[in-house]
């Protein structure tokens, strides 16, 4: 599967917030980083965050722009409260090896009614 083709239907899976199909698109030694975190390696370990996550606050992805160059896609992203951001995916044999988000963390933790850390 092409890169951008793998995004696609990551989005997909990810709008419907099942971390168990979005955990399949990944190789079992991923790493996923989001760079207002620290990152998350191993596909179990994805999946466990993407559960957390869509746990703790109703997240869309609307693509504005994915783009792909060889083994690699990248997808430029907003959401229906405002937020932007962007993902680079690097595709090999036909899963995700390596993605890496960046987005304001603190717009999320706002837009969400969620806690903001003290350090």
Request: proline residues 4%.
């Amino acid at each position: 599967m092409r890169p951008k083709e793998l995004i696609y239907q990551w989005v997909e899976l990810f709008n419907k917030g099942n971390a168990d199909e979005l955990a399949e698109l990944y190789h079992e030694e991923a790493t996923n980083h989001q760079v207002a975190n620290e990152p998350v390696k191993g596909k179990k370990s994805i999946e466990k965050m993407f559960r957390e996550e869509f746990a703790a606050a109703d997240m869309v992805c609307i693509v504005e722009h994915i783009f792909e160059d060889g083994e690699w896609g990248i997808l430029e992203w907003k959401d229906p409260v405002g937020l932007r951001g962007c993902g680079f995916f690097h595709i090999v044999d036909g899963k995700i090896m390596l993605q890496r988000g960046y987005w304001d963390k603190l717009s999320f933790l706002r837009k969400h009614n969620l806690p903001i850390p003290t350090e």
